[in-house]
């Protein structure tokens, strides 16, 4: 079974950054995906192991950066230029296995337990 450890949520003023972390046992993907009050979890960036592949929601392109340290198993998701309507709670997802929805979250099988991101205006 996969173990995931995700950090780095918190509260910050709009336009202000955060980084959260997600330690993995293994994966293949990583992906984070949120969840507002009221609203249902929506995929925001995955990354496959390899590294040469990533994939972002339309709605953070540009804002947020994927990224990963093999050696530490821990792939990073540095959010800036943040807006209120990124406060959610964030979740990491792993598959071990190839996926062709990354983006998905059916596509995974092992979830964190979340932290939550919230942006004030």
Do not use: H
Not at 73 to 89: G, I
């Amino acid at each position: 079974e996969v173990q995931l450890t995700e950090s780095g949520g918190g509260s910050v003023q709009a336009g202000g950054s955060l980084r959260l972390s997600c330690t993995a046992s293994e994966y293949t993907y990583i992906g984070w995906f949120r969840q507002a009050p009221g609203k249902e979890r929506e995929g925001v960036a995955t990354i496959y192991v390899g590294g040469d592949y990533t994939d972002y929601a339309d709605f953070v392109k540009g804002r947020f950066t994927i990224s990963q340290d093999n050696a530490k198993n821990t792939v990073y998701l540095q959010m800036n230029s943040l807006k209120p309507e990124d406060t959610a709670m964030y979740y990491c997802a792993a598959s071990r296995f190839l996926l062709n929805r990354p983006l998905q979250e059916t596509q995974y099988d092992y979830w964190g337990q979340g932290t939550q991101v919230t942006v004030s205006s």
